[in-house]
């Protein structure tokens, strides 16, 4: 079955200092892959997603994800974390084969140190 | 542009009781969907649907139902509440025309349930 896992359940990293939030995904297919924040009490926000091409994507607020076919993975990387950037990141995958549902992992929350 | 838009954000029911969450988008967007997200778990999706008329059950549609009678409503119907279902309740909508499911999801800003 389809599957999507996020290892860590709680990151905390400084202000400044990069950020890689893991995610990996059992698809039979080629995966559509997203991931998606939520702040404290607020709905989910697209930060980027991969389709084709490119492995590497570009998404808001100077988040970037990389898709590994070998490793069945799309980590999300930024270089430089702000304080503005403590929430909840979910990782999905979309299944073409049941009417496009998303299927996520469990989240990682992000705490930021001053 | 409205995108999707949950009523009510807050709801406290008694054990047995039903009510109905409320989903409307503006997009025209084909497929919609509700999920529920608990600690620990993600969000889970409990029920979709591809058009009007059309309805599917997710993963954990036990204890809730929908209808789609036009493109911008879905509305889950908690049958006879139970104190399992007390969660945060999200709607989703997807533009999916022409076989199209390589676009994002827009979610509503939540429905937080408790049920006591």
């Known amino acids: 079955a389809q599957s999507v896992t996020q290892p860590d359940i709680h990151i905390t990293v400084s202000e400044g200092a990069s950020l890689e939030l893991r995610c990996n995904y059992s698809?039979?297919?080629?995966?559509?892959l997203f991931w998606y924040v939520q702040s404290p009490g607020q709905g989910l926000q697209l930060l980027l997603k991969?389709?084709?091409?490119?492995?590497l994507v570009q998404g808001i607020k100077g988040f970037e994800a990389e898709f590994k076919r070998s490793q069945s993975s799309f980590n999300l990387r930024k270089p430089s974390v702000h304080w503005s950037d403590a929430a909840e990141y979910f990782c999905?995958?979309?299944?073409?084969?049941?009417?496009?549902?998303?299927?996520f992992g469990q989240g990682t929350e992000l705490s930021v140190k001053p | 542009n409205a995108g999707v838009t949950q009523t009510p954000k807050f709801q406290v029911l008694k054990t047995g009781q039903s009510m109905t969450l409320q989903c409307a988008q503006d997009?025209?967007?084909?497929?919609m969907s509700w999920y529920r997200q608990d600690p620990g778990m993600g969000l889970r999706l409990i029920h979709y649907?591809?058009?009007?008329?059309?309805?599917d059950q997710g993963e954990v549609p036990n204890g809730y139902n929908v209808s789609r009678s036009t493109t911008e409503d879905f509305p889950l119907r908690l049958l006879s509440a139970a104190p399992s279902q007390t969660s945060v309740y999200f709607c989703?909508?997807?533009?999916?025309?022409?076989?199209?499911?390589?676009?994002?999801?827009?979610f509503g800003q939540g429905t937080r349930l408790t049920v006591v």
């Open positions: 989703a909508s997807r533009y999916t025309k022409a076989g199209r499911m390589n676009t994002e999801a827009f």
């Open positions: 698809y039979g297919a080629t995966p559509y």
């Open positions: 991969y389709f084709s091409g490119d492995t």
């Open positions: 999905a995958v979309g299944d073409y084969n049941q009417g496009g549902k998303l299927i």
């Open positions: 649907s591809v058009g009007a008329g059309i309805t």
């Open positions: 997009m025209n967007h084909e497929y």
